[in-house]
């Protein structure tokens, strides 16, 4: 069992930074590959980008590419967004999400933990 906690969101001014982290218990932190999802209201919950267990692999939907980095601590359970250049179209609940899968890491479906999301709001 994993348990994510996320925080770090809030509300930015477009072009602006947030960066984001999620927190996990466990001591098997690094078998899993960690990804990053949001959610807009009336929307799809879509897939940002993710990490593979070592770090060493890391994958960005294209609408966030060159803007978004992800990354992780092993040795602090946490995962991290960095959020740059923000636009107003970022605005969404960000959820963190762990697998043991290491392959499609962009469909939710493989997913199976969950945080509980955190709320970030960009300003025009």
């Known amino acids: 069992q994993v348990q994510l906690v996320e925080s770090g969101g809030g509300l930015v001014q477009a072009g602006g930074s947030l960066r984001l982290s999620c927190a996990a218990s466990g001591r098997t932190f690094s078998s899993y590959s960690m990804g990053w999802f949001r959610q807009a209201p009336g929307k799809e919950r879509d897939f940002v980008s993710a990490?593979?267990?070592?770090?060493?692999?890391?994958y960005y939907a294209d609408s966030v590419k060159g803007r978004f980095t992800i990354s992780r601590d092993n040795a602090k359970n946490t995962v991290y967004l960095q959020m740059n250049s923000l636009k107003p179209e970022d605005t969404a609940v960000y959820y963190c999400?762990?697998?043991?899968?290491?392959?499609?890491?962009?469909?939710?479906?493989?997913?199976?933990?969950w945080g509980q999301g955190t709320q970030v709001t960009v300003s025009s």
């Open positions: 999400a762990a697998t043991l899968k290491t392959y499609f890491l962009g469909s939710r479906s493989l997913y199976a933990y």
């Open positions: 990490i593979s267990g070592s770090g060493g692999s890391t």
